[in-house]
């Protein structure tokens, strides 16, 4: 079974600081991702990367860095936390093979921005 | 520019119904569709998808959908639900570069017993 682990679940953060949210997977795909869910607007790509020490812009890079250090992890960071970036964050991994590539998501982390 | 539009965020059913959730979307070239549930607190989890072959494809636990290319659509449907079924169902496409999913905002399927 395919799994993707996110942490922290939860966080409240205050405005201006720092936030580094994880994923590992242990699924060995080429490629993860992160998203954003926010009521009313669906899942929005952040950031996702092909390959370990790369990372690409998705459609909402703005206020995000992202750091892929390994194949299995996968880390999200908001370097000035606004109160605007509370939301869930859901990260995903999927294989390479366009016709098999589904994605598999993790639990979710929860930030809220004080 | 790939979009994906699901009109309905609401849909609510009693237990046995059948059920049609609505997706369309625009992408000029060749498409991957896919469906995924979410429950309540947890991640998605993928249910099916097309992408060449047979327009009605089959998924987990009795969904399946079809895919019309005319009217730009792949709408998913269920015979018979089940209140396990009450989800948060999301339509997503990925086009030239698949790696890039774009979801709708989904559709809140409410099961009454």
């Known amino acids: 079974e395919a799994a993707v682990t996110q942490s922290p679940r939860s966080k409240v953060a205050v405005t201006g600081g720092k936030v580094t949210l994880s994923c590992h997977q242990t699924n060995n795909h080429d490629y993860m991702y992160w998203y954003r869910q926010d009521t009313g607007h669906g899942l929005r790509l952040i950031h996702y990367s092909y390959v370990a020490d790369s990372t690409e812009k998705g459609d909402i890079p703005d206020g995000y860095k992202a750091s892929r250090p390994s194949q299995e992890n996968f880390s999200l960071i908001l370097e000035l936390a606004s109160l605007s970036q509370t939301a869930v964050y859901f990260c995903?991994?999927?294989?390479?093979?366009?016709?098999?590539?589904?994605?598999?998501f993790g639990e979710g982390s929860k930030l809220t921005v004080l | 520019t790939q979009t994906v539009s699901q009109s309905d965020a609401h849909v609510t059913v009693f237990e046995g119904d059948s059920v049609e959730l609505r997706c369309n979307y625009s992408?000029?070239?060749?498409?991957?569709l896919s469906w995924y549930i979410q429950h309540h607190g947890h991640g998605l989890q993928f249910l099916l998808k097309?992408?060449?072959?047979?327009?009605v494809v089959q998924g987990v636990n009795g969904f399946e959908a079809e895919f019309s290319k005319s009217d730009s659509s792949f709408h998913l449907r269920k015979a018979s639900v089940h209140w396990s079924d009450s989800a948060v169902y999301f339509c997503a496409v990925s086009g030239t570069n698949a790696y890039k999913v774009i979801f709708g905002k989904g559709t809140h399927l409410h099961v009454l017993p």
């Open positions: 992408y000029g070239g060749s498409i991957y």
């Open positions: 097309y992408y060449s072959g047979n327009p």
């Open positions: 995903a991994s999927s294989l390479r093979d366009r016709a098999t590539g589904q994605l598999y």
